[in-house]
């Protein structure tokens, strides 16, 4: 999965990084996710940013992340969980 998440940083971070602050603030950064968390409470502009991210490309690396990505953010807003990493 890292190599994965760097392919999707480095798309954001060539492709308008200021519209992805949850996606590369807290989601693909450079560093170890043990214990990292969204709360439902961002979940939803977690959505926005993955369907804005889903518009920007035809990759099919970047469009399998973002496919898992709403499939746990969908999970969140069904239970009112957070999504852990």
Same mark, same amino acid.
């Given at each position: 999965m890292g190599? #994965? !998440?760097a392919h999707v940083? *480095? %798309?954001l971070e060539r492709n308008s990084p200021n519209s %992805?602050? !949850?996606f590369l603030g807290r989601v693909v950064? =450079?560093?170890t996710h043990t214990g =990292? #968390? @969204?709360t439902a409470g961002d979940v939803p502009q977690l959505l926005?940013?993955?369907q804005r991210l889903q518009g920007m490309t035809s990759d099919l690396l970047i469009l399998q992340f973002t496919s =898992? @990505?709403? *499939? !746990? $953010? *969908? $999970? #969140?807003? #069904?239970t009112g969980n957070p999504i852990v990493f």
């Open positions: 190599t #994965s !998440l940083r *480095e %798309f %992805f602050p !949850l950064y =450079d560093g =990292d #968390s @969204i926005v940013e993955t =898992d @990505i709403t *499939e !746990l $953010a *969908e $999970a #969140s807003i #069904s």
